[in-house]
């Protein structure tokens, strides 16, 4: 069983930059592709970005394509997503998730099997 704890969420201003971190146990981390999802009140969750599970291959939705960048440490069973040019449109609870899928598409939230419990991102306009 993979626990998964996200951290770094907060209130930024437009244009600012948050580093999200998700900390992993309990599993082979090394393995795992990982993903970040976002949910905005009152909206579905939605794919933000993937790993795959060396690192070498990463995986955008287009609207953050250019700003974020997701990064995946092995050696410290940690995935980051770092955050730039934040604007309203961001604000959501961001969830990190595991999969042991080896191949895309990474965007299906039904592909993951371990989720955390999500960090508060709040950008003020």
């Known amino acids: 069983q993979v626990q998964l704890v996200e951290s770094g969420g907060g209130l930024v201003q437009a244009g600012g930059s948050l580093r999200l971190s998700c900390a992993a146990s309990?599993?082979?981390?090394?393995?795992?592709?990982m993903g970040w999802f976002r949910q905005a009140p009152g909206k579905q969750r939605e794919f933000v970005a993937a790993?795959?599970?060396?690192?070498?291959?990463?995986y955008y939705t287009d609207s953050v394509k250019g700003r974020f960048t997701i990064a995946k440490n092995n050696a410290k069973n940690t995935v980051y997503l770092q955050m730039n040019s934040l604007n309203a449109e961001d604000t959501a609870v961001y969830y990190c998730?595991?999969?042991?899928?080896?191949?895309?598409?990474?965007?299906?939230?039904?592909?993951?099997?371990?989720w955390g419990q999500g960090t508060q991102v709040t950008v003020s306009s």
């Open positions: 998730a595991a999969t042991t899928y080896i191949g895309p598409p990474y965007g299906l939230a039904s592909r993951y099997d371990y």
């Open positions: 790993i795959n599970w060396s690192g070498g291959t990463t």
């Open positions: 309990g599993g082979t981390f090394g393995s795992y592709a």
